[in-house]
């Protein structure tokens, strides 16, 4: 069974003036144990209220108007607030994304770190502090027992999303949350806070739900991948596939926009639409090179795509099975080949 | 030396006051006009501690063959109109006013503070009541209250705190809902409540802990208010009454004498100015370092004079 199971999942922002904003319409994806599945998608695309829903963390301007989010069998879109509270940090975690802003600048971070195991198990401050100080070693940070005692102030990015990455593994969870990690750290400490990650998600056997919007850093992370447009689902597939041969036209518009040496760049013409009144039909068809008269009428839903002749992808053929299943577009015309139309 | 100030760090949970502990202790290391308000409290303080000890002459003991002299070697700062030593009544309202003071502050914080917190954590309809409310009692002018409230209690120490206190209680309020409102938005709530903190300890490790700077400079703004408070009040005969010494007791009894007896007067504004300026200058010191843009001013200054 799925670690993770969001079904239909659909976020309702209620505005200010009266309005509505649907931040999140109708999304399912599910998440293995011990899988790394990538969300890509870009600003706005509802990533981040889709992570914040499944950790039950929106603000009281959003609810959850339908769907389920079954997390080891159990709908945590049903569960009260106290049990979410025995849930959160403990069986789920969370890495935010900005790592300057993230700890509690009153307190060590060895303090923070120690307060998450006193915060879920019957511990004591001896005891908590050790734990904390092994959790500093396996987060790859120099002198454990000297960071113990020193205040986030002292420390830079890298070191302090250690320190958040520290606190979110501390208790053992089975999911793991990363909403744009590395986003705000330098390309050299990125690689590193990426390998703690890895190196982490392989000996703990977690699994890892990574947001990010850099193509580059989730093809070499994840074993899977979920691609966002305005608030909506548009691809998931294995990472391999997704990025040798995309079936969405949003997702063939996205790798095209990676700036290549030598070759020119190609964005996806527009802009996104304004979630406060979405298109007709397919959310992406005004920006779509491909886009017939279906696709401004019927919204396309999220099904599975058959596997492209074994040809173009030898790798995937032998168990398109499996793989198969996996492959799922929300386009009434998947693209077939490397940006070929069918 | 690190070593011993870690293991001590992790062995106690820190307070809540940690952060404007460790803001007061910079300002003072940093700053000229804190180092000399610290110092002058630290010395005012200690001098009211051991005050009774140190008190050359019993402060009700009258001596008429010296009666309204003039500073001596005996009696260094003169004796008043029945020949009690004046030095040692200002020492001994030194204590008093610190007293009246501390315990004015103390509950104004202690009472402001949570009903602010409250309204800020809480917010809709129970904050928008609780602070109307405050408003209310702002809107009042705070001596004008404190002599009504003393007038109804009757004078006492306990009534002096109240009375005192009751007008500074909706600006500590405001301060820290304030701050409420401003760390709730804050990343590092959002982790807490990420790793499973109950909105209690979020409140309380998260949300006071990085609010309280600002109350500590009004702490500092609020000593000064109070010890005029309880001077003006005492002077007009509305605080504390004899035997209680009180520095504006004091002023008040030196009215008649003022023109053969002049040090009756001076010596105790003296101190009540000596005392209020340790707190101006600490707390002036601490709201420019909490204030980016008085930094800014400051080297600017620098560079002119340069």
Redesign the interface.
């Known amino acids: 069974m799925a670690i993770l199971d969001v079904r239909n999942l659909t976020v309702d922002f209620n505005l200010d003036d009266g309005g509505t904003l649907r931040a999140v319409d109708d999304s399912s994806f599910t998440i293995e144990r011990g899988e790394v599945m990538g969300l890509v998608g870009e600003s706005g695309s509802g990533k981040s209220v889709t992570a914040l829903a499944i950790m039950r963390l929106l603000d009281s301007q959003a609810d959850i108007t339908a769907g389920q989010i079954l997390f080891d069998g159990e709908d945590l879109a049903a569960k009260s607030e106290a049990e979410m509270r025995a849930i959160r940090g403990r069986r789920i975690s969370m890495v935010f994304q900005e790592p300057m802003t993230s700890l509690n600048p009153a307190y060590t971070v060895g303090d923070q770190v120690s307060e998450v195991f006193r915060a879920h198990f019957d511990m004591g401050f001896g005891e908590s502090k050790q734990r904390a100080i092994e959790m500093f070693e396996r987060v790859k940070i120099p002198q454990p027992k000297d960071t113990y005692g020193k205040f986030p102030h002292e420390f830079s990015g890298g070191m302090r999303q250690r320190v958040m990455i520290a606190i979110a593994l501390a208790c053992g969870p089975d999911l793991l949350i990363a909403d744009e990690p590395t986003t705000a750290l330098d390309v050299t400490i990125q690689a590193q806070v990426l390998s703690v990650i890895q190196d982490l998600q392989r000996d703990m056997g977690l699994a890892l739900l990574f947001i990010s919007h850099d193509l580059e850093v989730v093809a070499q992370l994840c074993d899977k991948v979920a691609v966002m447009y305005g608030a909506r689902i548009m691809e998931v597939s294995e990472s391999t596939e997704l990025f040798s041969s995309p079936r969405h036209p949003y997702t063939d518009g996205l790798l095209r926009s990676i700036p290549r040496r030598g070759q020119p760049l190609t964005p996806i013409a527009g802009t996104i639409f304004d979630l406060r009144s979405p298109p007709d039909g397919c959310r992406f068809h005004p920006r779509c090179p491909y886009a017939e008269d279906r696709c401004r009428r019927e919204m396309p839903e999220l099904r599975v795509v058959e596997p492209v002749a074994a040809s173009t992808d030898p790798g995937s053929s032998g168990d398109s099975g499996g793989t198969g299943d996996r492959r799922q577009a929300a386009c009434h015309f998947p693209l077939t080949g490397a940006g070929a139309k069918a | 030396m ?1 070593e011993t ?3 001590r ?6 307070s809540a006051f ?2 404007a502990w460790h803001m007061l202790r910079d300002v003072v290391v940093s700053d000229r006009k804190a180092k000399i308000g610290a110092s002058l409290l630290v010395f005012l303080v200690i001098v009211a501690i051991i005050g009774p000890y140190i008190a050359p002459h019993d402060v009700e003991l009258p001596n008429t063959d010296i009666r309204l002299t003039g500073p001596t070697l005996s009696n260094i700062m003169g004796t008043d109109h029945i020949g009690r030593d004046l030095f040692s009544r200002i020492i001994s309202g030194l204590t008093i006013s610190l007293m009246v003071a501390t315990g004015a502050v103390v509950i104004a914080v202690v009472i402001g503070v949570p009903i602010g917190a409250f309204a800020g954590y809480q917010g809709g309809w129970v904050d928008s009541v609780i602070m109307r409310i405050m408003d209310a009692i702002i809107a009042m002018p705070g001596r004008l209250l404190a002599i009504a409230l003393v007038a109804a209690i009757g004078p006492s120490v306990g009534a002096l705190w109240f009375a005192i206190s009751f007008g500074s209680v909706p600006r500590y309020a405001r301060l820290i809902r304030g701050g409420v409102l401003a760390q709730r938005e ?3 709530v ?9 909105p209690g ?1 979020t409140l309380f ?2 949300v006071l ?2 609010a309280m700077a600002p109350v500590l400079v009004q702490i500092t703004l609020n000593f000064p208010s109070a010890i005029t408070a309880e001077a003006s009040l005492s002077f007009l005969g509305l605080g504390l009454v004899p035997p209680t010494i009180s520095w504006g007791q004091m002023l008040s009894a030196a009215q008649p004498y003022l023109e053969v007896a002049p040090w009756l007067a001076i010596f105790p504004g003296l101190a009540l100015t000596a005392l209020i300026m340790g707190f101006v200058l600490l707390g002036d010191a601490l709201r420019d370092h909490l204030d980016p843009r008085s930094h800014g001013r400051r080297r600017a200054k620098k560079k002119d004079s340069a």
Do not use: D, F, K, W
């Open positions: 690190s100030v870690a293991v760090a992790s062995e106690q949970p820190p940690a952060a804050r990343e590092y959002e982790a807490a409540r990420a790793i499973g903190e109950s300890s490790r998260y802990p990085n």
